[in-house]
């Protein structure tokens, strides 16, 4: 008899086996910790390289560009560049989270890109298509981008893997995407790779519409600040004044904060991170609340933490 | 009734006209000469002081944002033309106070909204050019984006297609992109584009 006394039995005897013994090992196992290292332990790692054979996967990176860009972003991780007119820079906010946080494995998963073609990072499998393979390294007119062959193989080997649903008309990259739809990054992608890829706990507030009710903008960014690393998704058009009457009104730019105070009831100062460089500025209470859009507090998980 | 209805059409004309006008770059930048290349020669010496971008941020060209870039920070400053804390803040970072009203001044007087110095990569070396934007001042309809003139200044002599189209490279046939823009030759080491982004 399939339903007999001995076989409920059974299964009750199995079940109590992953309870006390299956689950307690797989967790001793899979310790579910954000993954982190020391920038000394990286530039212990990457200054034993001196020289980098040609990679047949990518046919237009120069290997001694490729190893002194990658030299360059684990000794200075802020001069990271998105490059100018691109729609890198929610990738380029979440390097900066990898780079801070893990910059060893950030060193590893590039090398690993470059020479087999193809890495693993969690459980993530960047298999960039040829497409992607053959404009790594051969981007021109972004600036300093045109020189940065890492940025470029890792933001475009991120826009290949992770898709929105900014991304839904243009799955597929054609010279010239990465300043397009193909390259952008909503906010629920932006927190979603977060997650996936470096498991992180995000605490997320805001939409790609609609701003976040904050009472208090100032108080809720200082003590998002003290969590973990605060990335601020924010409307570029206002802050930077451009003009653009499809971009007024909605938000479009990554920044990581690196610091807000207040000067006094009218003006507050931010310093953040984007394109490379830190910038500083004084604004309004009212004007912070009108850039910014959505706010991820990053936060590193510890052991076995949800 | 007949002269109204001629009086609406006069004006649609007009408007159409207006709108389609294009003032010849070559003739503004011969006509602008003088102040252009004040503009240009200021900057660059107040830029190698210490490096910095312009931006006039309102339609009336009153407030501007100073951008001042360190080796290890930017900082943003938006002021009124008007305002001493502008003379303060020039000073504190090494700049030219007269220079610096005179560009200002100038930059007003051209309608120039944004100034700027943009690196560039030639064989994976780096260049600077300055970026002039200028607003252009023709009859704008409703809902259409202002256009800009936007002037580039290069150190050296550039090449040029037959079109007379901005190349990247004396030996490529490929064009170069500022800003994702052509560019167009106003004369060896001057270009010019027509874009709806001023930076």
């Known amino acids: 008899m399939k339903f007999s006394f001995s076989y409920w039995l059974k299964q009750f005897v199995q079940l109590l086996f992953y309870i006390y013994i299956g689950y307690p090992l797989y967790a001793f196992i899979n310790i579910d910790t954000t993954q982190t290292s020391t920038r000394e332990q990286a530039i212990a790692f990457i200054d034993k390289i001196s020289a980098l054979q040609p990679s047949d996967h990518w046919p237009h990176i120069k290997p001694a560009l490729f190893l002194q860009n990658l030299k360059e972003n684990i000794h200075q991780p802020l001069l990271l560049y998105e490059g100018t007119n691109t729609n890198f820079c929610g990738y380029a906010a979440l390097s900066y989270l990898f780079m801070h946080d893990d910059p060893l494995g950030y060193a590893k998963l590039m090398l690993q890109l470059y020479t087999d073609g193809k890495a693993k990072i969690r459980n993530v499998v960047f298999q960039p298509s040829q497409p992607i393979k053959d404009v790594a390294g051969s981007l021109h007119f972004k600036g300093a981008l045109d020189i940065r ?7 475009l080997c991120l826009a290949d893997h992770f898709k929105g649903y900014l991304n839904f008309f243009n799955t597929h990259y054609d010279p010239g995407d990465e300043d397009k739809l193909w390259a952008s990054v909503n906010y629920g992608k932006f927190n979603r790779m977060a997650k996936r ?3 992180y706990r995000v605490n997320a507030v805001g939409s790609d519409l609609m701003r976040p009710y904050i009472h208090d903008m100032y108080e809720y960014l200082v003590n998002s600040m003290k969590q973990g690393i605060t990335v601020l998704y924010l409307n570029n058009t206002i802050l930077r004044k451009k003009y653009d009457r499809i971009k007024a009104n909605i938000p479009s ?16 100062n931010i310093t953040y991170w984007d394109y490379g460089f830190r910038t500083m500025r004084q604004l309004t209470p009212s004007f912070l609340n009108k850039i910014i859009f959505g706010i991820s507090q990053c936060t590193i998980k510890r052991a076995n933490e949800k | 009734m007949k002269n109204r209805v001629s009086y609406y059409i006069l004006f649609i004309a007009v408007c159409i006209v207006s709108s ?8 503004y930048y011969s006509k602008h000469k003088p102040v252009l290349y004040s503009i240009e020669e200021v900057y660059k010496s107040e830029y190698n002081k210490q490096k910095f971008s312009l931006l006039f941020t309102d339609k009336s060209y009153n407030h501007l944002s100073l951008e001042l870039l360190t080796d290890s920070i930017r900082y943003i400053y ?13 000073e504190k970072y090494h700049l030219n106070i007269s220079a610096m009203r005179s560009l200002i001044s100038n930059m007003q007087l051209l309608r120039c909204k944004w100034i700027d110095n943009l690196d560039y990569y030639v064989d994976d070396k780096k260049n600077y050019l300055l970026y002039l934007s200028i607003y252009k001042q023709t009859f704008r309809l409703p809902f259409i984006e202002p256009k800009y003139y ?50």
Not at chain 1, 149 to 155: A, I, R, S
């Open chain 2, 150 to 199: 936007v002037l580039t200044y290069f150190s050296q002599p550039q090449y040029y297609d037959s079109e007379g189209r901005l190349l990247d490279h004396r030996s490529r046939r490929r064009l170069r992109k500022i800003n994702n823009e052509i560019f167009y030759r106003v004369n060896d080491k001057v270009c010019y584009t027509v874009s709806t982004l001023f930076r």
């Open chain 1, 253 to 268: 730019h990554y920044v990581i904060l690196l610091d807000v105070q207040q000067v006094n009831d009218d003006l507050v």
């Open chain 1, 197 to 199: 890829l470096f498991n």
């Open chain 2, 20 to 27: 389609c006008t294009t003032t010849n770059i070559s003739k």
């Open chain 1, 149 to 155: 062959p890492v940025e470029q193989m890792w933001f």
């Open chain 2, 78 to 90: 938006d002021f009124e033309t008007t305002e001493n804390r502008l003379n303060d803040t020039l």
